[in-house]
């Protein structure tokens, strides 16, 4: 199904227009049909003779219901943009035009209606302003067709053309990420909570269960409607009534979605939107850091805080990236197309379409990161492809631009041939720009490099210390260490990373502590210094005892003290041979083996219960769960 919205000015026939192409009477509402002008969206249906279905998105023209109008736009494949002869190009002529324009509508036609009313030169006239106004934009070279909605003359030649459209201009894609942006509620006798809307991006069919936003509840589809006929399932394009049974009617309201996505805690989690932005030549006030604006995408209308990116002022006619936080979290997908007005009064700034999806405003630091919404902002299915990979360095395969208006299929045939051509590969199930990893991998091998060449007695660098000396979150740093260590470029020991070949080394005043430490524990193997009498001599000799047990040249027991490992093997082997033989040990045992006060017997055998060499019963040990692997305590 096709969806042609009407736009322009109050009073110039817009309703009227449709009425006769259709023989439906888009203004529904008896406040509107009394006074005689569109308040809300009105929809009517048009066949076409080979039985191809046009709808009509009737949009009010008042300027208090521009935010009406947008709703409507907001779901349309061609607009129908409606001028009077008798009035010519008026206010809301020049807003709605704009709107479109900036929704990013790229098909359409001119109604010229109420022409007899009017000269034929003066026809002449207006077409020519009305060409000279639609200059360099979508509608430059769209026909303009002379009516009379009263007399209905020039409307076969309307309808002829309405009858091509259908294979002129697409409709919209299934991508498989259906949402039905809400723009009526109302409930049926017999049936219950019903919502409207045109749906986007995939099928809807009865049985099927759908998430309702901005609920966080699901509800199950008990009947589908289009155009006035009940269906079993409606594609992508269509005007589309839903009934829904299992969600509560106060959660079904205009500007919601009903959604096939059935988790949506991700855009509630990230609700702040990066935005690019371009402002209307006519915008009263530039777009400025912290102004609150209300943005409109699809039906939905929420105030929030604007922050800019790189700029300190989006001037009237100008381009730029903003960052808003809505006073509600908004389900929009990254390149839906928006519109953003002041409060008050209610003008429209401009408009654009969503890049990215952040969990809070980002701080001037982290700018640096974002830069891939600059590519981005050229709306093609590449850019988007790569930005994503230059966002994430390293992007999950199954997840790959689940946020964005794009299907899996397209974003996968984008994949394939920018890896054709050596730009992109993929690393497990990972995908990753070749150029942009070997700068990352680059950079992070030589921060570690540096930090070990500091340190050289550190047994590697953690996650945490690589994302301090990093421009990078967390979780890009894991990936990037998963990528080194898998293909070799690096090794992990513990928590530890470390490049290939390096060796652990002490050098100065780490070798001095580490030699005396080792020296006392030496002269002492069975009642050695406690581990605090060390660590109070400064940063050198706690570094020096870490490296003393990362080496394993002493075993640590307890909080207390370390015991040179020779000792410590010692003692797990007459422990292993006791147990072999007589199947359990007492601390005495102990104490009479090797000469220990009970001072550093309990602690050893408590050592040894952890690491469940032994097990403890009573004033007895026996045999623990790994007695017999031996790599688990020596």
Same mark, same amino acid.
Request: negative net charge; hydrophobic residues 40%; glycine residues 8%.
């Given at each position: 199904?096709?969806?042609?919205?009407?736009?322009?000015?109050?009073?110039?026939?817009k309703?009227?227009?449709?009425?006769?192409?259709?023989?439906?009477?888009?203004?529904?509402?008896?406040?509107?049909?009394?006074?005689?002008?569109?308040?809300?969206?009105g929809?009517?249906?048009?066949?076409?003779?080979?039985n191809q279905?046009i709808?009509f998105?009737?949009v009010?023209?008042?300027?208090r219901?521009?935010?009406?109008?947008?709703?409507?736009?907001?779901?349309?494949?061609?607009?129908?943009?409606?001028?009077?002869?008798?009035?010519g190009?008026?206010?809301?002529?020049?807003?709605h035009?704009?709107?479109?324009?900036?929704?990013?509508?790229?098909?359409?036609?001119?109604?010229?209606?109420?022409?007899?009313?009017?000269?034929?030169?003066?026809?002449?006239?207006?077409?020519?302003?009305?060409?000279?106004?639609?200059?360099?934009?979508?509608?430059?070279?769209?026909?303009?067709?002379?009516?009379?909605a009263?007399?209905?003359a020039g409307f076969?030649?309307?309808?002829?053309?309405?009858?091509?459209?259908?294979?002129?201009?697409?409709?919209?894609?299934?991508?498989?990420k259906?949402?039905?942006?809400?723009?009526?509620?109302?409930?049926?006798?017999?049936?219950?909570?019903?919502?409207?809307?045109?749906?986007?991006?995939?099928?809807?069919?009865?049985?099927?269960t759908?998430?309702?936003?901005?609920?966080?509840?699901?509800?199950?589809?008990?009947?589908?409607?289009?155009?006035?006929?009940?269906?079993?399932?409606?594609?992508?394009?269509?005007?589309?009534?839903?009934?829904?049974?299992?969600?509560?009617?106060?959660?079904?309201?205009?500007?919601?979605?009903?959604?096939d996505?059935?988790d949506?805690?991700?855009?509630?989690?990230?609700?702040?939107?990066?935005?690019?932005?371009?402002?209307?030549?006519?915008?009263?006030?530039?777009?400025?850091?912290?102004?609150?604006?209300?943005?409109?995408?699809?039906?939905?209308?929420?105030e929030?805080?604007?922050?800019?990116?790189?700029?300190?002022?989006?001037?009237?006619?100008?381009?730029?990236?903003?960052?808003?936080?809505?006073?509600?979290?908004?389900?929009?997908?990254?390149?839906?197309?928006?519109?953003?007005?002041?409060?008050?009064?209610?003008?429209?700034?401009?408009g654009?379409?969503?890049?990215?999806?952040?969990?809070?405003?980002?701080?001037?630091?982290?700018?640096?990161?974002?830069?891939?919404?600059?590519?981005?902002?050229a709306?093609?299915?590449?850019?988007?492809?790569?930005?994503?990979?230059?966002?994430?360095?390293?992007?999950?395969?199954?997840?790959?631009?689940?946020?964005?208006?794009?299907?899996?299929?397209?974003?996968?045939?984008?994949?394939?041939?920018?890896?054709?051509?050596g730009?992109?590969?993929?690393?497990?199930?990972w995908?990753?720009?070749?150029?942009?990893?070997?700068?990352?991998?680059?950079?992070?091998?030589?921060?570690?490099?540096?930090?070990?060449k500091?340190?050289?007695?550190?047994? &590697?660098?953690?996650? &945490?210390?690589?994302?301090?000396?990093?421009?990078?979150?967390?979780?890009?740093v894991?990936?990037?260490?998963?990528?080194?260590?898998?293909?070799?470029?690096?090794?992990?020991?513990?928590?530890?990373?470390?490049?290939?070949?390096?060796?652990?080394?002490?050098? &100065?005043?780490?070798?001095?502590?580490?030699?005396?430490?080792?020296?006392?524990?030496?002269?002492?193997?069975?009642?050695?210094?406690?581990?605090?009498?060390?660590?109070?001599?400064g940063?050198?000799?706690?570094?020096?005892?870490?490296?003393?047990?990362?080496?394993?040249?002493?075993h640590?027991?307890?909080?207390?003290?370390?015991?040179?490992?020779?000792?410590?093997?010692?003692?797990?082997?007459?422990v292993?041979?006791?147990?072999?033989?007589?199947?359990?040990?007492?601390?005495?045992?102990?104490?009479?083996?090797?000469?220990f006060s009970?001072?550093?017997?309990?602690?050893?055998l408590?050592?040894?219960?952890?690491?469940k060499?032994?097990?403890?019963?009573?004033?007895?040990?026996?045999?623990?769960?790994?007695?017999?692997?031996?790599?688990?305590?020596?």
């Amino acid at each position: 199904m096709l969806v042609i919205g009407t736009a322009g000015h109050i009073d110039h026939g817009k309703s009227s227009i449709v009425k006769r192409l259709t023989g439906t009477d888009p203004d529904r509402l008896p406040e509107e049909q009394a006074r005689g002008m569109t308040i809300d969206l009105g929809f009517a249906f048009y066949q076409t003779p080979d039985n191809q279905s046009i709808a009509f998105v009737d949009v009010p023209g008042h300027e208090r219901f521009v935010k009406n109008m947008i709703a409507g736009a907001g779901g349309i494949d061609a607009v129908m943009l409606v001028i009077a002869a008798d009035d010519g190009w008026m206010p809301q002529s020049e807003e709605h035009f704009q709107i479109v324009k900036l929704l990013g509508v790229k098909y359409g036609m001119v109604a010229l209606n109420k022409c007899d009313l009017v000269e034929e030169d003066w026809l002449e006239l207006l077409e020519k302003e009305i060409r000279s106004r639609l200059s360099g934009s979508f509608l430059s070279s769209a026909p303009i067709f002379r009516l009379s909605a009263t007399t209905g003359a020039g409307f076969e030649l309307l309808k002829t053309h309405l009858n091509t459209l259908p294979g002129i201009v697409s409709s919209r894609k299934d991508i498989g990420k259906a949402r039905l942006f809400v723009d009526r509620t109302f409930v049926r006798q017999g049936i219950g909570g019903v919502v409207t809307g045109t749906l986007r991006g995939g099928a809807l069919s009865v049985g099927q269960t759908v998430s309702v936003w901005p609920g966080s509840g699901q509800a199950k589809i008990r009947s589908l409607q289009s155009h006035n006929e009940d269906v079993g399932v409606v594609n992508p394009g269509s005007r589309t009534a839903v009934s829904l049974t299992g969600t509560d009617r106060s959660e079904l309201v205009r500007g919601g979605v009903i959604s096939d996505r059935l988790d949506l805690t991700f855009f509630k989690d990230h609700p702040v939107l990066a935005l690019s932005v371009q402002t209307l030549p006519t915008a009263p006030v530039p777009i400025e850091d912290r102004r609150r604006v209300l943005m409109i995408v699809g039906t939905t209308e929420v105030e929030g805080e604007i922050r800019l990116f790189d700029q300190e002022a989006i001037l009237p006619g100008e381009e730029g990236i903003a960052f808003f936080r809505p006073d509600e979290p908004v389900y929009g997908l990254v390149f839906d197309r928006l519109i953003l007005r002041l409060p008050t009064p209610m003008v429209t700034l401009g408009g654009g379409m969503i890049l990215d999806h952040l969990a809070v405003f980002p701080r001037r630091k982290e700018l640096t990161r974002l830069h891939y919404l600059q590519t981005r902002r050229a709306g093609t299915a590449n850019s988007l492809v790569l930005s994503e990979l230059a966002k994430r360095i390293l992007a999950p395969a199954e997840t790959f631009l689940r946020e964005a208006d794009i299907s899996e299929a397209e974003a996968s045939q984008e994949l394939v041939v920018l890896a054709a051509e050596g730009k992109v590969a993929r690393f497990q199930n990972w995908w990753y720009q070749v150029d942009l990893l070997k700068r990352e991998v680059a950079s992070l091998k030589e921060s570690i490099a540096q930090f070990l060449k500091d340190q050289p007695h550190l047994k &590697g660098i953690t996650i &945490g210390q690589l994302v301090d000396r990093l421009d990078h979150d967390q979780s890009t740093v894991e990936l990037l260490t998963t990528y080194l260590t898998a293909t070799g470029e690096m090794t992990r020991v513990s928590d530890f990373y470390d490049i290939v070949g390096r060796g652990v080394t002490l050098k &100065g005043m780490y070798k001095e502590a580490h030699d005396k430490i080792i020296a006392a524990l030496t002269g002492e193997p069975y009642a050695p210094p406690t581990l605090q009498s060390f660590a109070s001599q400064g940063k050198h000799y706690q570094e020096a005892i870490r490296y003393i047990i990362e080496s394993r040249e002493a075993h640590k027991c307890g909080a207390e003290f370390l015991i040179i490992h020779e000792v410590w093997r010692e003692v797990v082997q007459f422990v292993r041979e006791r147990l072999n033989s007589v199947g359990s040990f007492a601390v005495t045992d102990l104490r009479d083996r090797f000469g220990f006060s009970r001072k550093y017997a309990i602690p050893i055998l408590e050592e040894a219960d952890r690491l469940k060499l032994t097990e403890r019963q009573g004033d007895l040990r026996i045999k623990g769960a790994q007695f017999d692997n031996e790599d688990a305590f020596l």
